[in-house]
C-alpha cells in the first residue's frame, strides 16, 4: 500500500513536471531556449515542449514596433549656442538572437547612441540651420542608427526630434523677432489694403465721371434731334401750306392781306425799320384812312 501510493506521489509529480514544460508562444513574440547554458533554439508562434532541467528559456522577446522616449540631451550647435532635444526612437526587433546575444542592455546602448550621434550631426549646424532641418536631422540619425543597431537584431524604422529647446535669452529674441515680422507683415498688408481702396475709389469715380459724360452727351444729343425734328416738322408744314397755296390758284386781293397781316405782325415786334413793298403801299395808305374814319364814327 506504502509502494502504491509512493507511486501515485510520483506520477502527479512528473504530470505537474511535464505540463510546466508545456510552453504557448504567443503571436508577434519569440522564446530563446538554451540548453545547459548555450544557444539551442529560437521558439516561434505556438506550442512547444522543453526538456526539464536541461532546457530553458534564456529570453522572451517582442517582435512588435515599439518606441521609446529618451529624456533630453544638452547639444552644441556649430555657432556655440547649447540646446536640449530629446529624441523618439521607433524600433523593431528582427532577430531575437542576435538581440539577446549582440550586445549587454540594448535599450542603454541605443539611448546613448542616439545622444553621440545627435551631437555630432547637430555639431554640424548652425542654430538656424538645427530650427529648419528636422526632416534632415531625422533621416540621417535614422540611417546611423539603423545601420549601427543591425549587429543586435535591431531595425531602427524611425526617428524623431520631439523637442528643441534653445535657452531662455535665444528664445526671447526669437519671439522678438517673430513679433516684428509679424507687425512689419501687418503694416504691409494694411498699406497694400489702403492702395487697393483707393484705387477702387479712384476707378469708380472715373467710371461715375464717364457715365456723367456719357448721359449729359446722350441727353444733348436727343435735345438736338428733337429740335431738328420740330424744325423740320415746321418746314414740312410751311412747305405744304405754301404747296396748299399754289394750288389753290390765290387772286391778288387775298395775297395783299395776307402781306397786311404781315406787316401787322411786324410792326407789333422791335423792329424800329420797316420796309413796305411798293405794291401793298397803296392799300396800307387806304387802310389807315378807312381806320381813321371808324374812330372818328365812334367818337360823335
Known sequence: MAGFGFLLVLLIIIAVVLISNIKIVPQSHAFIIERLGAFHATW???LHIKIPFIDRIAKKVNMKEQVVDFEPQPVITKDNVTMQIDTVVFYQITDPKLFTYGVERPMMAIENLTATTLRNIIGDLE???TLTSRDT????MRAILDEATDPWGIKVN????KNIMP???????????MKAERERRESILKAEGEKKSAILIAEGEKESAILRADAKREAEIREADGKAQA??????AVAEGIKLINAADPKDGYLTIKSLESLETLANGKATKIVVPSNIQGLAGLA????EVVKTAKED
Do not use: C, F, H, Y
Open 167 to 177: 535657452p531662455a535669452a535665444i528664445r526671447d529674441a526669437m519671439e522678438r523677432q
Open 158 to 161: 524611425r526617428v524623431e526630434l
Open 288 to 291: 389807315t384812312s378807312l381806320t
Open 44 to 46: 516561434g508562434v505556438g
Open 231 to 236: 424744325i423740320l416738322k415746321v418746314r414740312s
Open 137 to 140: 536631422i531625422n533621416t540621417r
Open 127 to 129: 542654430l538656424d540651420e
